[in-house]
């Protein structure tokens, strides 16, 4: 479990810094979804089947075919990588990367002298999820559900298309006076 | 278990899947000709079995060709994803007692996880051919699918209500007094519709819609690429297949005159059948019908389905 645990958080990591790195947006996304399955495998070796397979269905499964979906509408191709590749100058990200360097050897650090490095594993089954999510942590689930229905309202007030009834006639006059 | 056990499991579900992903092909056109009045495939072999091997010799040996202002890799990779997430579902199927790939509890939502991940392989190989047509394709794919993926999921939910498991052995087994097609069969209804729909089959085949797209997301595919593709569309409608026979028809349980097997193989060619008679009998719908459809109907029927389902269940225990 510890191997794989390990392997996993690898390919993760690795995943991520490609997704970043990438020019194109979908190959980038494609990084992404690769990323989300390897933490789903983390959670896997961590206990928790249920949480790595909500991970896939709703991350991998979902909301990155969404990011795909919405990047096919606008059609960015070669404008977008060459934009991409203009941001993506060692200047910009030299600095940012040194700071988290130094960070990261920190943890490192302090991880190597914890003293309780041991991993846990406990299998978590989706029954203890549930009890948990309606039980200890209802208020937030319910303040969750708000946001989403805000989110929802939203979208469909943006999506909302006025309605324009004129009749053939009428417009005609209209187009006709402003061309007066 | 031992080992050697499980990789002869994998072997043989394999082996058997394959063979019937590639026998479906004969299948299909001998039953789409009886219900259109005509012959279909019969002169190669006996009954026309051999049109299946000359099929796949012919895929095999076309060019294989990659447009050159396709993207190269991800187009390669498209057909490659759509096998392997629903040979992954398989993994989950119990066929007979004891002869599963893995008997995960979580079961039914892997089943879920790879059907979700199958969409890739339509958005990515659409938009990778860089053609207006696959692109078409491949957005109403998406689209189709993300949504009724939602449904899909929830109509199984009454299902494993009335388990209190998401481990496909349990759920069989649930079934030893009374199937569930009995207790939920709106769900099936539902599962039903939404497995069509997920396997982009016809009535409701409008990623590939070839009247109008030409042949939708995979228009750029040939040789084996383009078999990739028909063979994850045949393994889907045996992956429904099984799937319903699993969930709602009591899997493996029937009369002991037959061995638990051959009751989950002729359930599932029974609901195979049953897809091939839909292609022969109805008509393709607007997109913007079926999306519509989806949304307004379906989504309100299969949270009231829930709703009575939980309400009836806490019922019956006493609450």
Redesign the interface.
């Known amino acids: 479990m510890n191997l794989l645990f390990y392997i996993s958080s690898f390919v993760a990591v690795a995943a991520t810094i490609m997704a970043i790195s990438r020019f194109h947006p ?2 980038a996304l ?1 990084y992404l ?1 690769v990323s989300f399955l390897a933490a789903a495998m983390i959670f896997l070796s961590l206990g928790t ?2 949480i790595a ?2 991970e ?2 709703v991350y ?3 909301i990155i ?2 990011f ?2 919405v990047v ?2 606008l059609n960015l191709g070669k404008d977008t990588a060459l934009q991409e590749k203009n941001w993506l100058r060692p200047k910009v990200w030299a600095g940012p990367s040194l700071l988290v360097l130094i960070l990261l050897v920190e943890m490192i650090v302090l991880l190597l002298n914890a003293q309780n490095a041991i991993m846990h594993v406990a299998v978590v ?2 029954r203890k999820v549930s009890l948990s999510l309606f039980g200890e942590y209802i208020i937030a689930l319910e303040l969750v559900g708000f946001l989403l229905m805000a989110g929802i309202v939203g979208a469909a007030h943006i999506g909302k298309q006025k309605k324009k009834i004129l009749h053939r006639f009428l417009k005609e006059e209209t187009m006709a006076r402003v061309e007066i | 278990m031992t080992v050697m056990q499980h990789i002869w499991i994998v072997i043989g579900v394999l082996f058997v899947l394959l063979n019937i992903a590639a026998g479906l092909i004969w299948v299909e056109r001998r039953l789409l000709a009886l219900w259109q009045n005509r012959l279909g495939p019969n002169r190669a072999g006996p009954l026309g079995l051999f049109i299946v091997l000359a099929d796949t010799l012919k895929l095999f040996f076309k060019e294989d060709w990659i447009p050159p202002f396709a993207d190269k890799k991800i187009f390669i990779l498209a057909p490659a994803i759509v096998v392997g997430s629903v040979l992954l579902s398989f993994v989950i199927i119990p066929f007979a007692p004891g002869i599963v790939v893995a008997d995960l509890n979580i079961g039914l939502l892997f089943f879920l996880a790879m059907s979700s991940l199958g969409v890739y392989s339509i958005v990515l190989g659409g938009w990778a051919s860089n053609n207006k047509y696959a692109l078409l394709g491949a957005l109403r794919g998406a689209s189709q699918m993300i949504a009724y993926e939602v449904f899909m999921g929830l109509s199984l939910m009454g299902v494993v209500m009335l388990t209190g498991s998401f481990n496909m052995g349990a759920i069989v087994e649930a079934q030893k007094d009374m199937w569930f097609i009995v207790t939920q069969p709106v769900g099936f209804f539902i599962f039903f519709i939404a497995g069509i729909a997920e396997t982009h089959r016809l009535p409701f085949d409008i990623p590939e819609a070839e009247s109008e797209l030409i042949a939708g997301y995979h228009a750029e595919y040939s040789g084996m690429k383009f078999g990739m593709f028909f063979i994850g569309e045949y393994l889907g409608i045996t992956l429904i297949s099984a799937m319903m026979v699993a969930m709602f028809f009591g899997g493996w349980l029937g009369p002991s005159f037959l061995p638990p097997l051959a009751w989950f193989a002729l359930k599932t060619f029974f609901f195979i059948g049953v897809f091939i008679l839909l292609r022969a009998s109805l008509p393709r719908p607007r997109y913007d019908q079926l999306i519509e459809y989806g949304w307004k109907i379906l989504l309100p029927v299969v949270l009231a389905n829930l709703m009575i389902t939980g309400a009836i269940a806490l019922w019956m225990r006493g609450g």
């Open positions: 979908v190959h494609l979804v089947p249920f397979v909500l896939v269905i991998a499964g979902a075919v969404l795909i979906f096919m509408m089954d989706p």
